[in-house]
């Protein structure tokens, strides 16, 4: 008798767990079918500012590490102290209206100018904040940029500004330095 209802509780638990599999699986369709259906595209409406800072969303600081290479991925490469012992190297992010520093170590760290006046070309980019005038020069394919800046010197806690910057989606490439036992 004792064997019989061992049974019969198995086998309301084994059924018990199927039905919430299939309601799970069902409901999980259901959802997928309901976000799809209401996804639209539009197009985004882009100004000259936008056109000109498309690949600067996030520019990392890079340095010459050997000067005398051709390979600008050997040439340039990540700064080691900025990145492993210091941790104070900024990332650069120029948007429609702002010029942002974040600290390559911590994404709270973080100052934010606002953009007074804007021009550029595909190679060269000039803009300027209340303080200071920035020219950023596209000077290789790779893409390296220059950052050079005219005005007051900006000298913030842990957000030093590098010469020398590339997009994140080639950062992987270029010459890297093992950080050994160092946090960054």
Known sequence: MKTFLKLILFAFIFSGCNQNVNQKIENAAE???????????????????????????????????????????????????????????AIVSISKKSFKLTNVCDDKTT???????????????EFKTKQNNFILTKIDKAPVYELKITGDTLKIKNLR?????????MLDKFEEHDCGDFQG
């Open 31 to 89: 959802k997928d079918t309901i976000t799809k259906t209401k996804k639209t595209i539009t197009e985004p409406v882009v100004d000259s500012r936008e056109k000109n800072t498309g690949d600067l969303d996030q520019l990392f600081p890079i340095d010459i590490l050997n000067p005398k290479s051709k390979d600008v991925f050997k040439k340039y490469g990540i700064e080691f102290t900025g990145n492993c012992y210091a941790c104070d190297l």
């Open 111 to 125: 100052q934010e100018f606002e953009i007074t006046e804007f021009s550029g070309s595909d190679d060269l980019i």
């Open 161 to 169: 500004i590098s010469k020398f910057y590339t997009t994140q989606k």
